[in-house]
């Protein structure tokens, strides 16, 4: 049975239920504390980011099954100012806003698989996969 | 033709003030499911109040905005009916009603009062509309009352969560429990550096096993808590990483090197008391 669940993300309580929820999805889709643990956080760092960078915007949970693999999907979305150079977004260390720099990079090492489109002015997409 | 100026309501409410008091009365205690809640008495009493001052706001002529000054007095005392009643356990609907069941009361009154059909119209809008702000009010004012009570315990609970407690002689422990936000960290930081100031300790063992999710922002609050500490002279040391949290700081590239880590309180406390030159012994 596939699950679906979208979430606003407007303030920094949002983080907190979206972090909750991923938590949630991860245990359904029956993923182990380590494998929750980096998903969570991962979805953590781009919500985040979403809030702070993109002013906002939404994420869309979605349970996957692929053959005999289970995996979790994640998707943020925003309109905010987008990412004029994704590849210096995604170096360790390169921050705009006074953070540590490494939340991109670290939700893609995160992730299995991860996948970002950016348009200037219009907004930015972050697609992370986590196969259990 | 300006209605409200030409509206009965203020003479009804002053003429009839006492039937429409017992008819209200009546129709609140019958509708009143909540009677181990308020007294009679004092029902009783909001009512005579309420419509005192309803009857006093009416007399200007201005039906239609509460939010005149004419009306400040009426407003105030529904704010704290409805305090007192989110404090009393009613609920938003039950507290409401203290309102709109006043409405057939006046309605009936009208509707004796008043016989030609088109003026009956226009008057019981007035009031349906007069009741309708009124009620919206009260429930404006309960909902402030419940949101005041979430500010103060979220303040209590931030204060409530941050203790810094003293080990040993010179060994501070600043148990963290829940979400390290920039708020939180705030607080963290400055009870743990005024702890330190009382008590001239050397070492503080922040311990993280009550955070359930460790990211860049929460490294990054902890980092500056573990500098700001060292500048005032103590060591701190991070425990309660635990083996998910490990993997997770690393595939995100945090660099925790320059501080020391333990995976348990109990460790990190071992190692305090040796860099102290203490030993604990086993009799």
Sequence with gaps: ???????????????????????????????????????????????RNTLDYGGGGTVKLETLQEGGRRGLKLTFDDQGPGIPDVDMALKDGFTTGGGLGMGLGGAKRLANEFEIESVVGEGTRVIVVRWK | MDMTHSSKIPEILKIHEADLLSEWNQELIATNTRKGLIKEAELQEECREFLKLLRIAAQSGNLSNIQALEWREVREMLSSISRSRSQKGFTPTETATFIFSFKRPLFDRLRQQLHDSAELGEE????????????????????????????????????????????????????????????????????????????????????????????????????????????????????????????????????????????????????????????????
Excluded: N
């Design chain 2, 124 to 283: 019981v809008w007035q009031a349906t509309d007069l009741l309708d702000r009124l009620g919206l009010l009260v429930i404006e004012a309960y909902q402030k009352s419940r949101e005041e009570v979430i500010l103060r315990q979220q303040e209590e609970m931030m204060e409530l969560s941050t203790p810094v407690v003293k080990l040993w002689d010179g060994i501070l422990a600043l148990p963290i429990i829940g979400t390290l936000d920039s708020a939180r960290t705030q607080v963290v930081m400055e009870s743990l550096l005024q702890k330190i100031v009382e008590t001239g300790s050397e070492v503080a063992i922040i311990d993280i096993t009550g955070v359930p999710t460790v990211d860049t922002l929460t490294a990054q609050h902890l980092l500056k808590t573990v500098t700001a500490a060292r500048l005032m002279g103590a060591d701190c040391i991070i425990s309660g990483i635990r083996p998910q949290i490990a993997q997770t700081i690393v595939y995100l590239g945090i660099d925790l090197t320059d501080v020391t880590t333990k995976a348990t309180l109990a460790d990190a406390f071992l190692m305090a008391l040796k860099r102290r030159g203490t030993t604990i012994a086993r009799k």
């Design chain 1, 1 to 47: 049975m596939q699950k679906i669940e979208e979430m606003k993300i407007q303030s920094s309580a949002d983080v907190v239920l979206v972090r909750q929820a991923v938590r949630q999805f991860a245990i359904e889709v029956g993923f182990g504390l380590v494998d929750q643990t980096k998903i969570v956080t991962a979805a953590s760092e781009l919500a």
